[in-house]
C-alpha cells in the first residue's frame, strides 16, 4: 500500500512532556509533577456564568473572531494590565487555547525558509508549528548563568537574512525565568534594526512574584511589529475550557482569521461568556493563586537549598528547573528512574530543547502537602545517588 503518511508530520517528535504523564497516570500510587495545569478549580464566578450560559441556550456559533463582548474586554484588560490598546473589531481574536494563536502566527506569516528563532529551554510547540508551516526554527540557547534569559549578544549572534520571527516565551515555561522591561529594551532595539517580527507569549503573565509582567509590545515601536498570545488557562484556571486569544496588527489578524475560519470556525461559546466573568470580576481570585504559588515556590527553593540541589531562583509561572548534572545522568535517565524508583514523576529539560539536557522541569501546581512528600522522595534518591 502507498503510505498514507505525510513525511512532515511523521518528523516531528511527540511531547516529551506527555509521555511522562501517560506513564504515571498508569500508577496510582506515584506523584506527578509533571503537568503544567493549576490545582486550583475555576473561579466560580466563572463557573457559574458558564452554567448560565447554558442554561440560556446560548450554544450557538459566535463570529469567528470571538464574541464582541469578550474582545472588548480582552481589550480592557490589556489596556490595564501592560498598557497597549488594541482594536477590539480588526485585532483581537479568540482562539481554542494559546496554543492555537501560535500555530496561526507561524501558518499566517511563514513563507517557506523563513527563519523563527526559538530561545530555549521553552515550550514545546513552538519548533513544531514552525515546522508545520514549512518554516525553519532556529534554536537559541539560554543560560542558567543568565538566569535563562535571553541576552541582545544571543539574539543578534542567531540573526540570519533569513530570520523574520523572534518567539518570546516570558515568563518561562520550563525555567520560570522572567525578562523585566531593562531586559527587554535591548532585544527590542535589535528587532528594529533587523526589522523582524516578535511573537510573544504571555499566557504566564499573571504569574510572576518579583515585579510586574512588561510586554515587549509596550516598547517604543514593538506594537506593530508583535503578535502578543494570551489566554485563560494558567491566570484563571482554565485549562479545560479550551480558551485563549491573540492581538496584533490588523494585516496579519486578518488572515489569521481566515485560517481559523476553516480550520477551527470559533471557539467554545459557553468557554467566552465564562471568560468575560473573568475578566471582569475575578482579580482577587488571580491574586490568591498567585500568592499561594509564590508559597510553594519559596518552599521548593528552601528545600532544594536544604538538600543541596542547584537551582536557580525562579520568578514566573509556576515551574522550577533544577540542575542535576552532578548525578552524570541525562535528564532522561534521572526521571526515569526517578519515577521508578521513588514513583515521582517530572519532566526532563531534554524535552524542551537540546539546552534543557543537564535539568528537570517540576511544576509547583499542587498543593503544599504533595510536594512535601514528593520532595522527600526526591531527596532520598539523590542522597542513594550521591553515595555511589
Known amino acids: 500500500m502507498r503510505d498514507p503518511l505525510s513525511k512532515k508530520i511523521t518528523g516531528i517528535a511527540p511531547s516529551g512532556i506527555r509521555k511522562f504523564f501517560d506513564i504515571v497516570s498508569e500508577m496510582p ?21 458558564g452554567i448560565y450560559t447554558l442554561e440560556k441556550g446560548r450554544t450557538f456559533y459566535t463570529s469567528n473572531a470571538g464574541l464582541k463582548e469578550l474582545r472588548q474586554e480582552i481589550s480592557n484588560y490589556l489596556d490595564r494590565k501592560i498598557h497597549v490598546r488594541y482594536d477590539y473589531v480588526h485585532e483581537i481574536m479568540v482562539t481554542v487555547g494559546g496554543s492555537e494563536g501560535i500555530d496561526l502566527t507561524m501558518r499566517a506569516m511563514l513563507n ?18 514552525v515546522t508545520l508551516a514549512d518554516g525553519v526554527p532556529v534554536p537559541i540557547p539560554m543560560k542558567e548563568e543568565n538566569e535563562f534569559k535571553l541576552t541582545a549578544e544571543e539574539l543578534e549572534a542567531a540573526i540570519t537574512p533569513k530570520t523574520k520571527i523572534l518567539v518570546l516565551p516570558f515568563p518561562n515555561n520550563p525555567t520560570g525565568a522572567i525578562m523585566t522591561k531593562e531586559d527587554l529594551e535591548p532585544i527590542a532595539k535589535l528587532v528594529e534594526k533587523y526589522d523582524l517580527y516578535v511573537l510573544s507569549d504571555e499566557i504566564y503573565s499573571e504569574l510572576t512574584y518579583k515585579t510586574d509582567h512588561v510586554s515587549i509590545a509596550s516598547l517604543p515601536g514593538m506594537r506593530e511589529r508583535t503578535l502578543v498570545v494570551n489566554g ?3 491566570g484563571l484556571a482554565m485549562t479545560g475550557w479550551r480558551l485563549g486569544y491573540i492581538c496584533g496588527p490588523q494585516i496579519i489578524m486578518e488572515q489569521m482569521v481566515k485560517i481559523h475560519q476553516y480550520a477551527i470556525l470559533c471557539a467554545p461559546t459557553n468557554s467566552q461568556y ?9 482579580d482577587d481570585e488571580i491574586q490568591n493563586m498567585r500568592t499561594a504559588y509564590n508559597e510553594r515556590r519559596r518552599y521548593l527553593m528552601h528545600a532544594f537549598k536544604e538538600m543541596g540541589l542547584r537551582c536557580f531562583e525562579p520568578f514566573g509561572a509556576f515551574y522550577v528547573f533544577p540542575n542535576i548534572q552532578e548525578f552524570g545522568m541525562t535528564s532522561e535517565e534521572f526521571a526515569t528512574e526517578l519515577l ?8 526532563p529539560g531534554s524535552a524542551f530543547g537540546a539546552s534543557g539536557e543537564g535539568y528537570i522541569r517540576i511544576s509547583y501546581a499542587y498543593s503544599l502537602d504533595d510536594l512535601k512528600e514528593a520532595l522527600g522522595r526526591v531527596n532520598h534518591f539523590i542522597e542513594k545517588l550521591r553515595k555511589k
Open 274 to 282: 465564562a471568560a468575560i466573568e473573568g475578566l471582569k470580576n475575578c
Open 112 to 129: 517557506p525558509g523563513d527563519e523563527v528563532l526559538v530561545p530555549e529551554p521553552s515550550y514545546v510547540s513552538y519548533a513544531p508549528c
Open 29 to 49: 500510587d506515584a506523584i506527578s509533577l509533571g503537568v503544567g495545569e493549576p490545582d486550583f478549580d475555576t473561579p466560580w464566578r466563572v463557573r457559574e456564568e
Open 340 to 347: 521508578r524508583e521513588e514513583k515521582v514523576a517530572v519532566v
Open 232 to 234: 485563560f488557562s494558567k
